[in-house]
């Protein structure tokens, strides 16, 4: 970000030219200015509004791909080389392109009575749905890219509304009006799968919840069918209900219930109303709006609340057979398409939402945002995406309590969108409450912000793409008998497929949004719903279904049954095939969680099964590569011996700690000394800490009471922490040649102990030479080792003066330090030359002779009063021009507020971009002066003598005086006023009368 200073204001500067370097010198040349990115308040999307920032593309960072970083430093903005104290260094960091596809179906049955008269019909109908939708989290630009989270969303609802039609009855369906109100109630649970372990039961439970709402619609009236549905139901619910310590990779992270209230009004057209083929055709017209609120409540104990209203305007095609003319039964197919009419706005949908969040003591922690318009016309669009919609959402997230306060007692949305009636419709229809509210809230983040505490409200900027599918099936007809009473039943399928891309997030600050990171191009993928089904059905024929369900029900039977007998006062439970086991007591299970999850895993990399094809072998591969990946970056090389085993309750720890053992094979140790393994455990940070533990290197196995509810493994000792390094000496001259020895801190290991001589540890530089010898040229950088604890290597400078950033990692283990060495410039800046002083009033304008050297951004002027030579503590009337005076690149200046009684001493000096100065020049003596005028006129008009003169510079007014001898004293002339114009007009002076003028120049 570049800000300017206006006024005395901080704002953000736009079309600033800023050139940057690398670490390895090259120029990154970029130009500050406007993301296109819609403002939050706006209901239409529109270009080249929002953010003033630098974008640096990816392919400038390292070598582009996820991980790699880059840190630049800005040299030079407008042409104009910055000194070091004003350069700013940036690191940059490429994040993968994050993203969720999403693939849903609901099935929903209605009936409802009502009555008829004439061309009028109004109906009662209620009604219940069940759905899911299938999320995948995936990552990266590539057509087949990594998944990294996979969820199942369940969606129950029940609803109950009214409706009024009025139009022809029967076959004639011509302009046939329609409005309906309704109330829905649903209810929906969102079940985590542990993509590491979707196999055997894991994917029978995933194929299970898809399949779940065709299965109860279908309501088959085989016993068999029927028994095997609620066995499996029993299965999922013994599963996800927490209620064995069964290590099956399903969690249920969330319920949402919640009330949707909608209203519609259609008009539909049927062209073929009056050919007798069984068939209707026809365009419709519809707007839509709908008002709700829900609360979710998530394992943790957190809550959320949330508010919502939107709307929408649509035109559709209505396609199907009439299965049962005359009674207005139809199946429809729903292909949305955007209205051009002026009548009605090119937008969609438009909708808007409030999100409160508490943690599990009810502690209120956030308040979000957002505002979301969606639109089938092509020149909406941001994105070359397939999808039938593009939704945009803006939305900001309030973490700090004084804006939350103010969200809540000033702004009129909340308490609009809580409404019944007609504030919500108008919030919708008109924008203004929306608008008002947030250019009010942004405005108050503006006003809170000081220098050392900005408010900052997080801000991102969302982008969907949606495809839909509907069918559904009306079946209207009269009661027999009462001809007045109409029975009205249905039924529906609805899809939908759609991906979700995060595009930028950042802060609002100082009333503007900066992005921090921005996506440009969302990626297509090659993954249908399809290929997952096929990786669930693989998983449920090749995996062990018959063992996994043998041991559920065991562990069942141990939980609910086994122990709750008074005689069992320990308990062992074996982990993994290994033969890891954890042994409690009957006191270990805390008094408020009635169940603990456990999860075991390993590294793995390679999948095991032989009968998947090669692109799910490739997708598997890939994703279990970066899993261990990212887990070695966050716990460090060698963790994981014997496997990783993590233990889940809603509690904070054991109630009385289990003894854990790890068992673990030979073959993991890799030349480890396994006398040195020892058991961690890892705390909310991915950090590993010691546990007191036991190894029994004969069985292999190491043991330890285990205290908190949280992942656990065996490490040996490796080093650990946070590397102090400070460098002899403490700053460098960039001749080439001079050098610096560089030491580290004692080194530890992981367990507390100082590490053994000989470890390694990779040193990098971003620049500069690295004068030790490698110990391993193998691997990247200057390997070092150790010695007595310490670190100690030499590095030497090079031509350019900027610092050298080192960095010191260990080889093995997760220990790193960081040192910025200062490198300062060869030669000083040449002696500039000052030729001349202009005195004026209270003013002294300088001039001298500009140095033509390489890296020149400015001089430096100095003034006394008292004697020559130095020190120049001169001051001033204005603060900013006391000496030293600090100027640009340029060749004259005039110093301000300086006093006409007194001389100065004055001397120069030029700064370099490296933050050198030079001597001081030759010192030249000025004194100001308020000069007289010049070039006085006289002139006769009709009103008198006019006089006319050139200013002064620096007077502020003028003194007339008369007299008719010339060369008289000013104590013998006559005062005729005093003037701030450069004239003046004589209307009392005697036309026979010869007269002198004299005009005095006054200053301030």
Known sequence: ???????????????????????QGNDIQCETGLLPFGIFTDRVYMHNTGVFGIPIPSTLIGSGSPGDTETITVVSANGLLLAPSNSQSITCQVVPYNYTEEWGYRLYAKGGAGVTGGIATATAFGGGGSGVTVAMDLEGLDPNPNHTAFRIHRRDDFFAGVDAELGPPCLIEVDKVKVAAQASFPYEVVYDFDLDNLDGLESLMAFYLIAEPTILYANSASVV??????????????????????????ARISDEAGLDIQGSVDLNVDVLAHIPLGLKMGPSLGAKAHLGSSTKLLPSGEKQNRIFLGGEFETRTNIGPKMVPGFGASSKFFYPRSINDRIFPRVRNVEYEFIHNWDSQLNWESLTLSSKVGSTDPNFRMFDLPGQMEEQKSWLKIEDAALKNYCQQELNTPADLWGIGTAPVYVQANNETMSQDMGNLLNYIYQKQSSNLPVKAKYGFECEDKSSFEFKMDLKFPLIGFPGI???????????????????????VKGYPYFQNMMSNPPDNNIEIGDIIGILWNGITHGDLASELVDLIVTEFRHRVLNRLPWRSQMMETLNDNGSYITLTENSFPTDADSVVFRNWDWGEEPQDNKLNQRQLETVKRYNKQLREIRERAAGMHYGIGGFYRFEAEAEGWNEAPQLTIKYLDSELDGIDESTLKMYWEDEYGDWHLLNSTAVPDSNLVRANIPYFTTYTLAPNLPHGEIGLSATPDSLLADGSASAQVFSGTLYNNDGSIVADGTQY????????????????????????????????????DSIPVPIEITVTSVDGYSSGFLSLPLYAAALPSTPILL?????????????????????IGYRIYYDTDTAGPPYNGTSSEETQNSPVTVGNIGSYTLTGLDNSQAYHIVITALDAYGNESHYSNEMLGQPVLKAITNLAIANEDTGIRLSWTPASGATSYKVYRSPQPLQDISQMQYLGETTDPWWIDQTAGSDIQNFYLIISIGY
């Open 1 to 23: 970000m570049v800000e300017g200073n206006l006024d005395g204001v901080w704002k953000p500067a736009r079309g600033v030219n800023l050139i940057a370097k690398d670490a």
């Open 225 to 250: 069918s029927n028994l095997t549905v609620r066995f499996l139901s029993l299965c999922f619910r013994a599963l996800v209900n927490n209620n064995a310590v069964n290590g099956l990779g399903i």
């Open 486 to 508: 109409v029975i009205k039943l249905g039924m529906g399928l609805d899809a939908t497929n759609s991906r979700n891309y995060h595009v930028a997030d950042g802060y609002w």
């Open 762 to 797: 990779t040193v990098l530089v971003n620049r500069g030479q690295l004068l030790d010898a490698d110990a391993d040229p193998e691997l990247t950088g200057l390997q070092v080792v150790s010695l007595g604890g310490c670190l100690q290597f030499t590095v030497q400078a």
């Open 836 to 856: 001349d002083i202009q005195a004026e009033h209270r003013t002294l304008h300088l001039n001298w002779q500009e140095l033509n050297e390489p890296g020149i």
